[in-house]
């Protein structure tokens, strides 16, 4: 890697002291030097530039966002500092305070509002968003906002937001935009100079602690890379370690070592246990280590594990420091939830040096395993992904157990992006001198994959900039619909849109040049054989009509396999419409048979699908299967073939039950009918076809002999006109994409009154107003609920069960719809009305070709409820449970939380009456026990 960055943009001349007197005061008030990179960007910021600074985890990015913080206090401005998420502002809110003071510093993280007028203020980046629209005063003074993190701006979810800060930004605020390495840096600094102005770009790709590659084969270590190879830029694998598990593979191949493999394969773990893992890094002096292992379920497994063994990391002086964190973390407690939180189990591997951390543990749990982590107290910790994302607990090394991921959809591979993100975490700055990744063999993995990986220097940021309805109001009320088209030309999406289409715009003027000189051979090759190429040429216009002369005959012919084609298609997408349709409309315990690849046979349906788009139903084979079937699984619509009568519960989860089902399903009597025969093709039955044939066949070319070489050269041709078109259709694609998705958003909010049309455009009516305070994904569905009405008259702990479905979102194929049983009735009706407010929505939005607001989903509803009515933590995380198991104690507080959020919005939105008193009086009764803990 090179250890010099590169720099873009207007770049400092001179970095001395004296030309830079409050970067001279800055270095001078810090406990280490700063590295060139770091210089380069603090002096670019000083001479009145914005900056982006990539570089890898652990250099020391946020030394740029503090200078930024630095310059805005001692120019008497303010300086907002955003992260993407509560945990990294909170602890840059810390960070900040303990040099700054509690006085200079306030903390917005929609959970806490601390010093909130301070100059300098820490805050997630939806909260600058949300004061930029609603222009709110306290953006005056403003003169630096640091995005930390800001390639967040490829997040499928929340990425649109950074992208809308940066563009509505005032011109005169510097942005400091700070980001992981990415390999298209350049064109993300080219975009924030288009639409930022002068920005330096500052690129720094070498790590300050290096980073060895590593693989653990059983109970052998060995270096991934071949480290006697030439140095030539290239790293070949280590071929001891490839010698070594071939020898392995042989033996498991020939012994009882067969059974590793299938554990492994499985997801069960590493063939190395748990405990046998940390004493190996512990006596290579690898520990303190983070554990990433891809699934909550396994980190409290992997915990649990060593737990049950006798190891123990600390001894009892350090394990005494580490009950006074826990009872620090835990004070705030009732004894009752201490029980059902599981506290003893927690602290005691937190007393031996080990530990889990997931979204699933309580926030207080994983705050408490932070600190502990930093202080060394912990010396493994087992984690998901999430800790990988900006939160501050680096260590000696990382252990990764897979390759593989849940996405949440499918298991699937890691990306480069996501090993170096991972990895990155390993090598303390100013404490190791260098960091260690270790992957854990398992059977099936190959050493080169891992090398793929691990080698990959980079990977790409590219936009998820989407319009929205929330945002499309917004937009309109300040800037008008001109402006807002002109906003959404003016994005990252946009702006590597455009970037692809000049490569295109360049392919199309290659191919036509590859046209024009095979026309001239055509016109040779017609004129020996006496045939007129008539038709439309490269370039030129026909007399003679579109079908006259051989290029005319071509002509015809390609017409004739695009309408084959097109009729292939329909044929194909309304099979597929009519399999989806009675996909969603199986009913449980219904019977239907497969044919598909993966399994034939009868199928009893368990659970119906959920998602119109993706229908999935749960069913169980006669051969003791089961799983979810979709449209892949489909050549024609499912046909009901009967019913089996199923008891309230059935028994899907062990092979007994499975089996058990099975056999009912053999002893039903109903038969499997024969594979439906497809009937004949649409294509003798289409007018235009049959008119283009008789053309084809009564053309004077139709009987020249189709091997000529003249036929060879025309449908060279014929090519070249479909690449042509292909390119200016994907151009046209490109460019029109967010116009036309805003375009049919308006189209919307016209229709559903809030937007009111215009001869200059549209404005925003009273509902819209409403609409411009609501930011959830399911904001439109929000306000078409407040304004029928369907939420009135409800009570606290009611609206808050209501509004939780809006929210919330069950893992998996848990999804509880709209009919769960709720035992309240005035919160059941409210469900089904939401609900069919949605249903109403989602056909208005299919009708507009958008997709679909995310269906309601009432897995929280009743557990929110019970806790806004005084219930016990343990029976509301029963009632949320999934697949029989409570909810975890983390979730359960992030749902909360969210639904707090809305409620506030709601509260704000409706103004004085009825529906905001109740919902300040919803928020005040989720406020307590762990719910208010977290929230402080």
């Given at each position: 890697m090179s250890s010099e960055p590169s720099l873009s943009g207007p770049v400092p001349d001179d970095t001395r002291p004296d030309s830079h007197p409050e970067l001279a005061r800055f270095a001078a008030s810090l406990s280490f030097g700063l590295d060139e990179f770091q210089r380069a960007a603090c002096a670019a910021l000083e001479d009145g530039h914005g900056v982006l600074v990539c570089a890898p985890t652990g250099a020391g990015?946020?030394?740029?966002?503090?200078?930024?913080?630095?310059?805005?206090?001692?120019?008497?401005?303010?300086?907002?500092?955003?992260?993407?998420?509560?945990?990294?502002?909170?602890?840059?809110?810390?960070?900040?305070?303990a040099v700054h003071g509690v006085e200079s510093v306030g903390l917005l993280t929609g959970d806490s509002s601390i010093n909130a007028d301070a100059p300098i203020v820490v805050m997630t980046t939806e909260v600058v968003r949300n004061m930029i629209y609603a222009n709110s005063s306290a953006l005056n003074g403003l003169s630096y906002v640091?995005?930390?993190?800001?390639?967040?701006?490829?997040?499928?979810?929340?990425?649109?937001?950074?992208?809308?800060?940066?563009?509505?930004?005032?011109?005169?605020?510097?942005?400091?935009?700070?980001?992981?390495?990415?390999?298209?840096?350049?064109?993300?600094?080219?975009?924030?100079?288009?639409?930022?102005?002068?920005?330096?770009?500052?690129?720094?790709?070498?790590?300050?602690?290096?980073?060895?590659?590593?693989?653990?084969?059983?109970?052998?270590?060995?270096?991934?890379?071949?480290?006697?190879?030439?140095?030539?830029?290239?790293?070949?694998?280590n071929p001891a370690l490839a010698r070594y598990i071939?020898?392995?593979?042989?033996?498991?191949?020939?012994?009882?070592?067969?059974?590793?493999?299938?554990?492994?394969?499985?997801?069960?773990?590493?063939?190395?246990?748990?405990?046998?893992?940390?004493?190996?890094?512990?006596?290579?002096?690898?520990?303190?280590?983070?554990?990433?292992?891809?699934?909550?379920?396994?980190?409290?497994?992997?915990?649990?594990?060593?737990r049950r063994s006798g190891l123990d990391l600390l001894g009892p002086e350090r394990a005494a420091a580490v009950d006074e964190v826990?009872?620090?973390?835990?004070?705030d407690l009732a004894p009752d939830d201490r029980d059902v939180l599981g506290v003893d189990d927690w602290r005691t591997g937190l007393r031996r040096g080990f530990a889990a951390h997931h979204a699933g543990m309580l926030p207080a749990f994983r705050h408490a395993v932070e600190e502990l982590f930093v202080r060394g107290l912990v010396q493994m910790v087992f984690a998901t992904e999430t800790l990988a994302l900006g939160i501050n607990m680096p260590a000696r090394s990382v252990v990764l157990e897979r390759l593989v991921?849940?996405?949440?959809?499918?298991?699937?591979?890691?990306?480069?992006?996501?090993?170096?993100?991972?990895?990155?975490?390993?090598?303390?700055?100013?404490?190791?001198?260098?960091?260690?990744?270790?992957?854990?063999?398992?059977?099936?993995?190959?050493?080169?994959?891992?090398?793929?990986?691990?080698?990959?220097?980079?990977?790409?940021?590219?936009?998820?900039?989407?319009?929205?309805?929330?945002?499309?109001?917004n937009l309109i009320r300040r800037v008008g619909l001109n402006g807002s088209r002109e906003l959404l030309d003016r994005s990252f999406a946009q702006f590597q849109a455009d970037k692809s289409v000049v490569g295109q715009s360049r392919q199309i003027d290659a191919v036509t040049r590859k046209l024009r000189k095979l026309d001239v051979e055509l016109e040779e090759l017609a004129g020996r054989r006496d045939i007129g190429l008539g038709g439309a040429r490269a370039g030129d216009a026909t007399e003679e009509g579109e079908f006259a002369g051989f290029l005319g005959y071509m002509r015809l012919r390609e017409l004739i396999r695009t309408r084959e084609r097109e009729l292939k298609f329909e044929k194909r997408m309304s099979l597929q419409n009519s399999v989806v349709e009675d996909l969603f409309a199986l009913k449980r315990g219904q019977v239907i048979g497969l044919f598909g690849g993966r399994h034939r046979g009868l199928a009893v349906v368990l659970e119906p699908a959920s998602d119109r788009r993706d229908p999935k139903p749960l069913v169980l084979v006669d051969d003791a299967w089961a799983g979810r079937v979709g449209v892949k699984d489909f050549l024609n619509p499912p046909e009901v073939l009967g019913n089996l009568r199923?008891?309230?519960?059935?028994?899907?989860?062990?092979?007994?039950?499975?089996?058990?089902?099975?056999?009912?399903?053999?002893?039903?009597?109903?038969?499997?009918?024969?594979?439906?025969?497809?009937?004949?093709?649409?294509?003798?039955?289409?007018?235009?076809?049959?008119?283009?044939?008789?053309?084809?066949?009564?053309?004077?070319?139709?009987?020249?002999?189709?091997?000529?070489?003249?036929?060879?050269?025309?449908?060279?041709?014929?090519?070249?006109?479909?690449?042509?078109?292909?390119?200016?259709q994907s151009i046209a694609d490109r460019t029109a994409t967010l116009r036309a998705d805003f375009d049919r958003i308006v189209a919307i909010l016209e229709e559903l009154g809030y937007l009111v049309p215009g001869p200059d455009g549209p404005t925003v009516a009273p509902p819209g107003d409403l609409l411009t305070r609501i930011?959830?994904?399911?904001?439109?569905?929000?306000?078409?609920?407040?304004?029928?009405?369907?939420?009135?008259?409800?009570?606290?702990?009611?609206?808050?069960?209501?509004?939780?479905?809006?929210?919330?979102?069950?893992?998996?194929?848990?999804?509880?719809?709209?009919?769960?049983?709720?035992?309240?009735?005035?919160?059941?009706?409210?469900?089904?009305?939401?609900?069919?407010?949605?249903?109403?929505?989602?056909?208005?939005?299919?009708?507009h070709s958008l997709d679909p607001t995310r269906e309601p989903d009432a897995g929280f509803s009743m557990s929110i409820h019970l806790w806004a009515s005084g219930r016990s933590l343990p029976e509301c995380l029963a009632v949320a449970g999934d697949r029989g198991r409570p909810l975890p104690?983390?979730?359960f507080v992030r749902w909360s939380r969210q639904v707090i959020d809305l409620l506030e919005q709601i509260r704000i939105g409706a103004g004085e009456g009825d529906l905001a008193r109740t919902a300040r009086r919803a928020v005040s009764a989720i406020r307590r026990g762990v719910v208010a803990v977290e929230l402080g």
């Amino acid at each position: 890697m090179s250890s010099e960055p590169s720099l873009s943009g207007p770049v400092p001349d001179d970095t001395r002291p004296d030309s830079h007197p409050e970067l001279a005061r800055f270095a001078a008030s810090l406990s280490f030097g700063l590295d060139e990179f770091q210089r380069a960007a603090c002096a670019a910021l000083e001479d009145g530039h914005g900056v982006l600074v990539c570089a890898p985890t652990g250099a020391g990015k946020t030394v740029v966002g503090e200078f930024a913080v630095h310059l805005a206090l001692m120019g008497g401005t303010k300086c907002f500092y955003t992260t993407p998420i509560k945990a990294l502002s909170n602890q840059k809110y810390a960070d900040l305070v303990a040099v700054h003071g509690v006085e200079s510093v306030g903390l917005l993280t929609g959970d806490s509002s601390i010093n909130a007028d301070a100059p300098i203020v820490v805050m997630t980046t939806e909260v600058v968003r949300n004061m930029i629209y609603a222009n709110s005063s306290a953006l005056n003074g403003l003169s630096y906002v640091v995005m930390d993190e800001v390639h967040y701006l490829a997040d499928r979810f929340r990425g649109a937001v950074w992208e809308e800060v940066i563009l509505h930004l005032d011109p005169a605020v510097r942005l400091v935009s700070l980001s992981a390495t990415v390999s298209n840096a350049e064109e993300f600094g080219d975009w924030i100079q288009a639409v930022r102005g002068d920005t330096t770009v500052i690129v720094d790709e070498h790590r300050p602690v290096p980073l060895w590659q590593h693989m653990l084969v059983g109970n052998r270590m060995f270096d991934l890379f071949d480290g006697s190879a030439p140095n030539d830029g290239r790293r070949e694998v280590n071929p001891a370690l490839a010698r070594y598990i071939r020898q392995r593979e042989v033996v498991d191949l020939s012994g009882p070592g067969r059974g590793h493999r299938g554990r492994s394969e499985r997801g069960g773990g590493p063939p190395v246990s748990r405990p046998e893992l940390i004493r190996r890094l512990d006596a290579d002096g690898l520990l303190p280590a983070i554990d990433f292992i891809f699934s909550r379920a396994g980190c409290d497994a992997a915990l649990a594990q060593c737990r049950r063994s006798g190891l123990d990391l600390l001894g009892p002086e350090r394990a005494a420091a580490v009950d006074e964190v826990v009872d620090r973390f835990v004070a705030d407690l009732a004894p009752d939830d201490r029980d059902v939180l599981g506290v003893d189990d927690w602290r005691t591997g937190l007393r031996r040096g080990f530990a889990a951390h997931h979204a699933g543990m309580l926030p207080a749990f994983r705050h408490a395993v932070e600190e502990l982590f930093v202080r060394g107290l912990v010396q493994m910790v087992f984690a998901t992904e999430t800790l990988a994302l900006g939160i501050n607990m680096p260590a000696r090394s990382v252990v990764l157990e897979r390759l593989v991921k849940y996405n949440g959809e499918a298991h699937v591979d890691l990306t480069p992006g996501e090993f170096t993100q991972l990895t990155g975490r390993a090598g303390r700055r100013g404490i190791d001198i260098e960091g260690h990744a270790v992957v854990v063999f398992a059977p099936g993995m190959q050493p080169a994959q891992v090398a793929g990986l691990a080698g990959a220097r980079t990977f790409p940021l590219r936009s998820s900039f989407a319009p929205e309805y929330n945002m499309a109001v917004n937009l309109i009320r300040r800037v008008g619909l001109n402006g807002s088209r002109e906003l959404l030309d003016r994005s990252f999406a946009q702006f590597q849109a455009d970037k692809s289409v000049v490569g295109q715009s360049r392919q199309i003027d290659a191919v036509t040049r590859k046209l024009r000189k095979l026309d001239v051979e055509l016109e040779e090759l017609a004129g020996r054989r006496d045939i007129g190429l008539g038709g439309a040429r490269a370039g030129d216009a026909t007399e003679e009509g579109e079908f006259a002369g051989f290029l005319g005959y071509m002509r015809l012919r390609e017409l004739i396999r695009t309408r084959e084609r097109e009729l292939k298609f329909e044929k194909r997408m309304s099979l597929q419409n009519s399999v989806v349709e009675d996909l969603f409309a199986l009913k449980r315990g219904q019977v239907i048979g497969l044919f598909g690849g993966r399994h034939r046979g009868l199928a009893v349906v368990l659970e119906p699908a959920s998602d119109r788009r993706d229908p999935k139903p749960l069913v169980l084979v006669d051969d003791a299967w089961a799983g979810r079937v979709g449209v892949k699984d489909f050549l024609n619509p499912p046909e009901v073939l009967g019913n089996l009568r199923l008891a309230k519960t059935v028994d899907r989860r062990t092979g007994r039950g499975r089996r058990d089902l099975a056999s009912a399903l053999r002893s039903s009597g109903i038969e499997l009918p024969r594979r439906k025969q497809s009937r004949r093709s649409a294509a003798a039955d289409d007018n235009e076809l049959v008119d283009l044939r008789r053309q084809l066949r009564a053309h004077p070319a139709h009987g020249l002999p189709d091997h000529d070489e003249l036929f060879r050269a025309a449908e060279r041709r014929t090519r070249l006109v479909r690449e042509i078109d292909a390119l200016e259709q994907s151009i046209a694609d490109r460019t029109a994409t967010l116009r036309a998705d805003f375009d049919r958003i308006v189209a919307i909010l016209e229709e559903l009154g809030y937007l009111v049309p215009g001869p200059d455009g549209p404005t925003v009516a009273p509902p819209g107003d409403l609409l411009t305070r609501i930011y959830s994904e399911s904001d439109l569905l929000i306000c078409e609920c407040l304004r029928s009405g369907v939420w009135d008259g409800l009570q606290p702990p009611e609206l808050a069960g209501v509004v939780a479905a809006v929210v919330y979102e069950s893992r998996r194929d848990a999804f509880a719809g709209p009919d769960l049983a709720v035992s309240v009735p005035p919160l059941r009706t409210a469900l089904v009305e939401t609900h069919r407010r949605w249903r109403d929505l989602s056909r208005l939005e299919m009708r507009h070709s958008l997709d679909p607001t995310r269906e309601p989903d009432a897995g929280f509803s009743m557990s929110i409820h019970l806790w806004a009515s005084g219930r016990s933590l343990p029976e509301c995380l029963a009632v949320a449970g999934d697949r029989g198991r409570p909810l975890p104690a983390g979730d359960f507080v992030r749902w909360s939380r969210q639904v707090i959020d809305l409620l506030e919005q709601i509260r704000i939105g409706a103004g004085e009456g009825d529906l905001a008193r109740t919902a300040r009086r919803a928020v005040s009764a989720i406020r307590r026990g762990v719910v208010a803990v977290e929230l402080g």
